[in-house]
């Protein structure tokens, strides 16, 4: 279950306050609840000397015991001392209540079709200096990330599993969505990609920072600058990974006119062959189903609890559309 210090029907406890008056210095005026996490609980903390910090509340039950905080709160703590400042600093972590500190960045969501090149050369200079010059020591700092891919039959792999969990939506629109249209597709392209896929090396990992797009950045208010958050997935990881869910997550798109330009960028930063931008493209549609299966993933029953932590209602119809928008979306180059 979820820890019950931070649960969906009470605002921080007590040792919270005390824990972050302890790690800020501060006083803590107000707690004020936050949206737009699919996932956790996110207050900003109002401090009495006008300062302001952000306040996060992972999700964890015995269906989905990832430990959240540590991979996003170790991930943020190894970019911020590699100099990276295009996320928030991490300030305190608390094992005990399940939570995160982070500096407040005040400022708003791109929209949808706001997102430009300058935009993506940002995400770009975020890799860059994630995985410019590291060492060994580097590499023993971070865990794998959720998911991670480190075979070619895992990306295929992964999606699979994440398609046949969707058997359990019981929901009849979904449910018919799937039979007519997204598993045909899937079992009619999946073999083949296996088969090409499987004549290709498997890359050096990178640091990724997963999950990574526009979905999770904010456009700063002071100085319009671009800051990434939401690491929670973050950890080594397959670059072709991090290509295939930057642009294809659909919530605030990437532009795929830019796939070649972060492409190069990846390929120069990591020092790798064509072969390997071969293979980055031969996997890209399995990340089209991919991201068709978490769009519908809140329609799964283990998904209901999490949901409610994080204060999320569903629309089934609205997810249906999205996820047939979706597939219904090839990526060309």
Known sequence: MSHPALDQ???????????????????????????????????????????????KAYFRSDADPRDRLHQEFTFSRFAWQRGVRQIPEPLASNGTLNAGLYAFVTGRMLGRDEVTHQHVANA???????NTKLNATDALTLLPGSEACFTNIDH???????????????????????????????????????????????TPTCVSPSDFGFHNAIVRDDDQALVFHDFEYAGQDDPAKLLGDFFHQPRVPAPRSAYRTFEDAVIETL????????RFRTLLPVYRVKWCAIILAPLMPEAAERRQFAGIDTDPHDLIQRAAKQLHSPFTL
């Open 9 to 55: 029907h009470a605002m921080p406890t007590l040792d919270t306050r005390r824990w972050i008056e302890h790690a800020t210095k501060n006083k803590v005026n107000e707690f004020v609840p936050t949206t737009g996490g699919q996932n956790n609980r996110t207050f900003r903390i109002k401090c009495r000397n006008g300062d302001s910090a952000f306040l």
């Open 124 to 130: 770009i200079d975020l890799f860059r200096a994630l």
């Open 156 to 202: 295929v792999a992964l999606v699979d599993r994440r398609v046949r969990q969707l058997d359990a939506i019981a929901e009849p629109a979904a449910a018919a969505f799937l039979e007519r249209e997204l598993k045909p597709y899937w079992a009619s392209i999946h073999p083949k990609i296996a088969k090409a896929a499987d004549a290709f090396e498997p």
């Open 271 to 278: 020092e790798l062959d064509d072969a390997q931008r071969r």
